[in-house]
Structure formats: structure tokens, C-alpha cells
């Protein structure tokens, strides 16, 4: 059905906006009618466009569980981003997805424990999978989030993390900043590092994402550890633009990041140029 269609975009209308950190806003967008504009699958994402202004693609940070909005956090880092942080309530803007391959929750996530390994803004991408599997956890087994920023202002969604996700009795979650801070009494260190110190057990499925240089490191880490490279996952959302294949804007290679991810299993990743 054309309804359904993901190039055709819908109105959506922001109902909510959140300040996450001085450069993140958390935005809850429905239908006119009050609506999701679509279903989607964690690790998709959607094209948002402000006309007149432009256009850019977004991780969904809402989990499919999550029946009445969509949610997208998002970094203040460009033209649409900029005007996309000037609005209000009330305001639309239009919406279409979704795209890409989601990450594999219903097959090769299903029975295992999982570890969750996010730097700054990488959360957002991976909010939408935790908060699925939290919500279907008889599904899985124990899940371990780590979640390190530059200071505890950075990071994103935090009230979310200490008020439902510590609390929730199959989730660990370790947190760490960059530098120490007066008010910070939680760990002090930079991401890789602590997965080392954590020295969490192979028998786990690890999904990555943040900045590339962190997740380079952090594979590295992982690897010393004992982990094969096909029980990590990460995500390459950021280099995907029109979302269907057409532009070639976003090959790495033989692969469309727009269709044959943005999810990736790391040694698929192997496969590719170094340019990713």
C-alpha cells in the first residue's frame, strides 16, 4: 500500500522536546492524528526534513515496543540539526522509513547474553535494542551496558539510565567519563579501558557504536578478551544518506551501507576498504 510506503514522507508533529546534554535533544514525534508514523525494527532509521532547510537521517531511539511515538536523539551538527534544535512543540516537520538492516534481535541475539558497548551520542542508536530487549527479556539472557562520555553532562539519556535501567534486576550497567569531575564518583577512564577492566567472558554477543577511533580500540579490546570478531556488532548509520541504495553515496566498496547495513557483524566488516 502507498500508506506504507517509505519514500513517500509523512507529516509528523514534535510533542516533546528533551535536553539530553548541550548538544543533544531527545524529540517525540507522532501523526497528526496522534499516531507512530510506521513500525520499525531496532537499528533502523528515518529520513526527517525540514522543508525549505533540508533533510537528514536518524537513528530511531524509540524501541518498536513503544506503540504511541517515535523518538530521535539528536546531535546539534549541521544546518537541519541546528533548525531541527530551534524548534518548539507543536511544530512538524515530515518523516519516512524505515531504512536499513536492522539488528538481528529475533535470530542471532536470541538466547545469549549481550553486552552493549556506547560512547557519547553512540547510545542513541543503540537505545532503541536495549530498551527492546529489556521489554522481550525472557528472550534473553543477561544484558551488561557500557556507557562512557567526555563528562557527565555528555551523556545521553541518563535519567532513562539510573531511574529504569539500574533498576532493572538483568541489566548491569557500568558507567565512566573522561576526566574526573567533583560531583562524578563513578568510574574515571575512556571506554576501551574499561571493557578490558570490566574483563567481561566471551560467551556474550557485543554490540558496538561511537566514534570510530572507540570502536577501533574497543574491537582491539574485545579481541584480547577472547572474542571473535562474528559475536560483535556495530553500526555504520552516520554514512547513510538517501536510504535506498541510489545516490552511492554511502558504498564502502562492493557494499551499500544503506542496504546491506547500517548493521554489521565485524568481520563482515573485514571484507571492506579501510575508507569506512
Not at 20 to 46: I, L, N, S, Y
Request: hydrophobic share 35%; aromatic share 10%; with cysteine.
Amino acid at each position: 500500500m502507498i500508506m506504507n510506503d517509505p519514500l513517500i514522507p509523512k507529516i509528523g508533529v514534535v510533542t516533546d522536546i528533551r535536553i539530553d546534554t548541550p548538544d543533544v535533544k531527545t524529540f517525540r514525534v507522532v501523526t497528526p492524528d496522534g499516531k507512530k508514523a510506521f513500525e520499525h525494527k531496532p537499528g533502523q532509521c528515518a529520513m526527517l526534513s525540514v522543508p525549505g532547510v533540508g533533510e537528514a537521517m536518524f537513528s530511531i531511539t524509540s524501541s518498536p515496543t513503544n506503540e504511541e511515538y517515535m523518538e530521535f536523539s539528536i546531535k546539534k551538527c549541521g544546518c537541519v540539526t541546528e533548525w531541527l534544535h530551534s524548534m518548539e512543540v507543536g511544530q512538524q516537520i515530515t518523516i519516512r522509513g524505515p531504512y536499513g538492516r536492522p539488528f538481528p534481535v529475533d535470530t542471532d541475539f536470541l538466547g545469549h547474553d549481550l553486552l552493549f558497548i556506547a560512547g557519547g551520542i553512540g547510545l542513541a542508536p543503540l537505545r532503541s535494542v536495549i530498551n527492546y530487549c529489556r521489554h522481550y527479556s525472557d528472550r534473553y539472557g543477561k544484558i551488561d551496558v557500557v556507557y562512557g562520555s567526555r563528562s557527565m553532562q555528555d551523556l545521553v539519556d541518563y535519567r532513562e539510565i539510573i531511574e529504569e535501567w539500574e533498576n532493572d534486576p538483568k541489566v548491569s550497567v557500568h558507567l565512566t567519563i573522561d576526566r574526573e569531575q567533583p560531583e562524578w564518583s563513578g568510574h574515571v577512564g575512556f571506554v576501551p579501558n574499561y571493557v578490558k577492566e570490566l574483563g567481561f567472558t566471551t560467551d556474550k554477543v557485543a554490540v558496538l557504536c561511537g566514534p570510530p577511533i572507540m570502536i577501533k580500540f574497543t574491537l582491539s579490546g574485545l579481541t584480547e578478551l577472547g572474542f571473535d570478531k562474528t559475536q560483535v556488532y556495530t553500526t555504520l548509520e552516520l554514512r547513510m544518506k538517501c536510504g535506498i541504495g541510489k545516490c552511492g553515496r554511502c558504498n564502502v566498496g562492493s557494499k551499500y551501507v544503506c542496504k546491506d547495513g547500517p548493521v554489521f557483524r565485524c568481520d563482515e566488516l573485514d571484507e571492506l576498504p579501510n575508507e569506512y
